[in-house]
């Protein structure tokens, strides 16, 4: 589906960018790959791995979704964007406020005008749990991005604009993991509240659902997989069986569980083989979906990591965390 394709993804040097851009390099064969980030430095170490001289098709672009005219330099011949780019450390953007604002809403405000625009033929926007019930700045910041996205189905000529939302990715920089790693060296690893809980997902997975919601969307969908929940406890006990876990409180902004479809929305949500996806209520009139495999689930149906029914053990996390190259 992505051979002889002009594919663009903004944040692509972050983790998620890098996987993304490893995974389509050995599956198809894309006119041209386009690397849209604001960090020269991280471009450059990134040439490193794939460099121009072994892959053509790709190109290493600087550029900042907060700057619409390059975005329009960016996108042009663009037929599928990947929008991963975001500010998102929460306690970054609890202090520096209006430049999470100025990233998250107003970055993917520019981006849609812009593809609108020129035509792009589709848009794919990566999401978080945080977004949903937001008690913190970032996930505020990319519930009301999810928005825009929907909405642009209403007015966008051609584009379709969908939304994918996963938890926490086991092997981001952002995972817990490198910080327990760490942390065990020093014999005691904090822990803000015991009873927390939390969706994962491995890095390939949540590529693997971009490529499928490029591939299925008809535009305004919420897709989000069926995954499993942890404890976050055992987690520090697969990476370090012989360290005191010392609780510390949980920190603000921090929610004890995680939840990615709330009640309020399951009216709207249908179950598919692999996940759920929310449809759109009001934005798109004339729906186009394939829903022939689909079941709406219950109403009331709410989806969180402390009601799941798929839970990993310490003993599968251990394997995991192996098979995924850390030294245990």
């Known amino acids: 589906m992505l051979n002889g394709k002009t594919i663009l993804i903004t944040g692509g040097t972050g983790s998620f960018g890098k996987k993304f851009v490893e995974i389509v390099l050995e599956r198809y064969t894309p006119k041209k790959l386009i690397i849209f980030s604001r960090d020269e430095l991280k471009q450059f170490e990134m040439a490193q791995v794939f ?45 520096n406020p209006t430049e999470a604002i100025k990233t998250n809403i107003y970055g993917a405000q520019n981006l849609i005008n812009v593809a609108a625009d020129l035509g792009v033929e ?100 919420i897709f989000v997989p069926r995954i499993p929940s942890m404890k976050i406890t055992d987690m520090a006990r697969a990476i370090a069986p012989d360290c005191e876990l010392r609780e510390i409180g949980i920190r603000p902004g921090e929610k004890l569980h995680e939840c990615m479809i709330p009640g309020e929305e399951s009216r709207n949500v249908v179950k598919t083989d692999t996940g759920y996806i929310i449809l759109p209520e009001h934005t798109v009139v ?3 979906g394939d829903l022939s495999k689909a079941t709406p689930v219950p109403e009331g149906f709410h989806y969180s990591s402390d009601l799941n029914e798929d839970w990993i053990s310490i003993e599968q996390l251990h394997e995991i965390l192996i098979q995924q190259g850390y030294e245990l």
Not at 53 to 73: A, N, S, T
Not at 78 to 83: F, L, Q, T
Not at 176 to 181: A, E, H, Y
Request: hydrophobic share 45%; aromatic share 10%.
């Open 51 to 95: 460099p121009k001289q072994k892959y053509p098709c790709i190109r290493y672009f600087i550029g900042d979704v907060r700057d619409k005219e390059r975005l329009y330099r960016a996108c042009r011949d663009v037929e599928i964007v990947v929008h991963a780019a975001a500010m998102k450390h929460v306690p970054a953007s609890e202090y």
């Open 122 to 221: 589709r848009i794919v926007a990566l999401s978080t749990d945080k977004a949903v019930s937001p008690v913190n700045l970032y996930g505020a910041t990319k519930l009301a991005s999810d928005k825009l996205f929907i909405a642009a189905n209403g007015f966008a000529v051609g584009p379709h604009y969908s939304v994918v939302r996963y938890g926490n990715v086991l092997g981001s920089r952002g995972s817990v993991v490198p910080f327990f790693m760490k942390k065990r060296k020093e014999g005691v690893l904090p822990i803000t509240d015991f009873r927390m809980t939390r969706f994962w997902i491995l890095l390939e997975d949540a590529v693997q659902m971009v490529l499928d919601a490029i591939e299925n969307a008809a535009g305004g969908e």
């Open 286 to 288: 004339n729906y186009k």
